[in-house]
């Protein structure tokens, strides 16, 4: 039987949980981590599909500095806006896994940073070809002190080490958005100097707040919630290489050099896909320290399965003649995020559900995909044909393990 403690909190004030769940205020109590039947709710599908806006943008803006020979500028960039967007989505999302009572102040301040990932969006052009922050700054921010009244909504519901550990949050966030605001200030020169403090600043806020209790965050709502937003992403990546290639055949109809890229295109894009979601990784994420580590390392996940999209582009524009850069760029701007999302795959979650033989399969493709970067032109193609293959091989050694045990 399910008891009180179970249930999520607005069915456990001693109201009846459909009276609950009909008034606009309710208390922001800790969800248990026991809670059965735990998935994304609709607000979170909603907020995840405006923060791919963003993503697009940091996208776009990558292909472009990549096609005009920019990557020293463009790639730095693109980190850091791809670490704003992806910072606020991990807050919210881990936030919500402990306190989504889903009244209409949870819902209107989840709003609001809707809305500043929208401004941050607006700012990313700026931020790629004048480093003017402002506005990607200003939306940022916008963001996280919503999440701020969060954390003091939290606190004031809760006693003891809860309460510390929200008001914790509250300082913390509040002091880096302080931060950010004094860095606007600097010179751009001094950029690349005062930009990592800020990151590592923010990263040390989760680690801080939660050393001596932690959040009720729940397992399989976390690993369902990156489960989705790589999703996403993923399907951001398709939309970016078909768009490339439609513009890129209205213009040129150079459908003998897009066709190949087209299919290498897709079979990585299916294969990072399959490889993803081979095991279920919820029952790993038991303590702070495992779950830490393995959603802060989705930042090079989701990182390199938006910038696969772009290199796609960028390989689109090479084909056609509007890239200005050569054969093995063009190829490298999509074998190198393929390689790194392989092999950052297998380092978090696939190399704890494989055995013997299977561990080395995914290190291997991400080699193998980085070699076929000398292709140039075939690149592409290649790198989806290993891609393909690996999901075949893993799928034939999973298969011989099971019989094995079977027998």
């Given amino acids: 039987m399910t008891s009180e403690a179970d249930l999520p909190p607005t069915a456990a004030a001693g109201t009846p949980a459909h009276l609950q769940h009909a008034r606009p205020v309710r208390r922001m109590a800790p969800r248990s981590r026991s809670e059965p039947h735990r998935t994304a709710t609709p607000l979170e599908l909603f907020f995840d599909l405006c923060f791919v806006v963003a993503v697009a943008q940091a996208g776009v803006q990558l292909a472009h500095a990549l096609a005009e020979g920019h990557a020293a500028t463009g790639v730095p960039r693109y980190l850091f806006v791809f670490f704003a967007i992806w910072w606020a989505w991990v807050n919210f999302t881990w936030f919500a896994s402990a306190y989504d009572v889903d009244d209409v102040p949870y819902r209107l301040t989840t709003l609001v940073q809707i809305t500043g990932v929208l401004v941050l969006a607006a700012g990313v052009p700026r931020m790629f070809q004048d480093q003017d922050l402002v506005l990607s700054v200003v939306g940022y921010v916008l963001m996280r002190f919503a999440m701020v009244t969060q954390w003091l909504r939290a606190a004031a519901c809760e006693t003891g080490a809860a309460r510390t550990v929200a008001l914790r949050y509250a300082l913390g966030i509040t002091l880096c958005q302080i931060g ?63 768009l490339a290639v439609q513009t890129a055949l209205d213009e040129h109809e150079a459908i003998g050099d897009l066709l190949p890229i087209a299919a290498g295109g897709v079979l990585l894009c299916f294969a990072a896909w399959w490889i993803y979601f081979a095991e279920p990784v919820h029952g790993r994420l038991r303590s702070n320290r495992q779950a830490f580590l393995w959603g802060y390392g989705h930042y090079l996940v989701l990182g390199s399965a938006a910038a696969i999209g772009a290199g796609l582009e960028v390989t689109v524009e090479f084909s056609v003649h509007q890239a200005h850069i050569g054969a093995v760029a063009a190829a490298a701007a999509v074998t190198v995020p393929a390689a790194l999302y392989l092999f950052t795959v297998w380092l978090l979650q696939s190399r704890h559900f494989k055995q013997g033989a299977e561990q080395a399969v995914l290190p291997a493709a991400a080699v193998a995909v980085l070699a076929c970067t000398a292709l140039g032109r075939d690149a592409v193609l290649a790198a989806g044909l290993v891609a393909a293959a690996t999901v075949a091989a893993g799928i034939v050694l999973r298969a011989r393990r099971l019989n094995r045990r079977a027998a």
């Fill in 180 to 242: 950010w605001g004094l860095i606007l200030l600097v010179p751009h020169a001094a950029y690349p100097y005062v930009i990592p403090l800020g990151i590592l600043a923010e990263l040390a806020v989760p680690v801080l707040a939660e050393r001596s209790a932690q959040t009720t965050w729940h397992p399989h709502h976390i690993a369902e919630r990156y489960g989705l937003f790589t999703l996403i992403v993923l399907g951001e990546t398709v939309a970016a290489a078909t």
